[in-house]
């Protein structure tokens, strides 16, 4: 069964979120360049007080007994 984790994108999911926006069939539907830097995803998930939520979501698959 897959389970779908919904939470606030915290500076570890910057990787991540730089790989899926650079992947061609994303960024091509997208008004942003298409090789984001690693510090712009850095930056983007700093906390601040007044921030844009980034919520991500992961599937946690686990095979059934």
């Known amino acids: 069964m897959s389970e779908i984790v919904i939470r606030h994108a915290e500076p570890r999911d910057a990787e991540p979120l730089r790989q899926l926006t650079a992947h061609p069939e994303v960024y091509h539907d997208t008004l942003q360049l298409p ?12 906390p601040r007080p007044t921030a844009t939520t980034w919520s991500p979501a992961s599937m946690n698959r686990s095979s059934a007994t």
């Open 35 to 46: 090789h984001p830097a690693m510090e712009m995803w850095q930056e983007r998930l700093q």
